[in-house]
T-cell receptor
Framework: EAQVTQNPRYLITVTGKKLTVTCSQN?????MSWYRQDPGLGLRQIYYSMNVEVTDKGDVPEGYKVSRKEKRNFPLILESPSPNQTSLYFC?????????????FGPGTRLTVL | AQSVTQLDSQVPVFEEAPVELRCNYSSSVSVYLFWYVQYPNQGLQLLLKYLSGSTLVKGINGFEAEFNKSQTSFHLRKPSVHISDTAEYFCAVSVGYKLSFGAGTTVTVRA
């Protein structure tokens, strides 16, 4: 089944404790992206990747890191999480490099930073 | 940079009634336009998109949207809603590699 998977789905952590949220797609898509969803703000793009080893900042990259060493994986790293990073996070992938194609979204990761 | 404004944060509607969700965008360059839907506790899925050509775009589940370049709008419509259409709807615009979403419109369909 074609899908985007994220792990973990739920995470409660404390300020400053490094964490990684994994994202994997099995559709051989070029483009992958991370978003955070907050009430009243919709989804905001954190980082995106056009291909392996090619990443760039979205609208809200502060406090986050990403890497794209393999085509299928695009982990999101929070080196020192803070309470303002409490949010619902979505990973997405798309076949092409520019966003004319449909993006396929993962199920989301709900992160709480205490 | 592009931006998206969804003019209604909440839209209550009765079953079998029509619904319209309004979306305006701003951009200094040509954009691609999308509507996504998020059902409760799920990820987003594409309803429809406008890339070029006919300004009336038909999507899944009976939804359609009309692109109006002069008014920089991309409003979403459905002539008759069902209880299962209860969800949050997001308008989005893309330029190049970046995608910007509106704040979302919550549609609640009542019997």
């Amino acid at each position: 089944e074609a899908q985007v998977t994220q792990n973990p789905r739920y995470l409660i952590t404390v300020t400053g404790k490094k964490l990684t949220v994994t994202c994997s797609q099995n559709m051989n898509h070029e483009y992958m992206s991370w978003y955070r969803q907050d009430p009243g703000l919709g989804l905001r793009q954190i980082y995106y990747s056009m291909n392996v080893e090619v990443t760039d900042k979205g609208d809200v990259p502060e406090g986050y890191k990403v890497s794209r060493k393999e085509k299928r994986n695009f982990p999101l790293i929070l080196e020192s999480p803070s309470p303002n990073q409490t949010s619902l996070y979505f990973c997405a992938s798309s076949p092409g490099q520019v966003l004319t194609d449909t993006q396929y979204f993962g199920p989301g990761t709900r992160l709480t930073v205490l | 940079a592009q931006s998206v404004t969804q003019l209604d944060s909440q839209v209550p509607v009765f079953e079998e009634a029509p619904v319209e969700l309004r979306c305006n965008y701003s951009s200094s360059v040509s954009v691609y336009l999308f509507w996504y839907v998020q059902y409760p506790n799920q990820g987003l899925q594409l309803l429809l998109k406008y890339l070029s050509g006919s300004t009336l775009v038909k999507g899944i589940n009976g939804f359609e949207a009309e692109f109006n370049k002069s008014q920089t709008s991309f409003h979403l419509r459905k002539p008759s809603v069902h209880i299962s259409d209860t969800a949050e709807y997001f308008c989005a615009v893309s330029v190049g590699y970046k995608l910007s979403f509106g704040a979302g419109t919550t549609v609640t369909v009542r019997a």
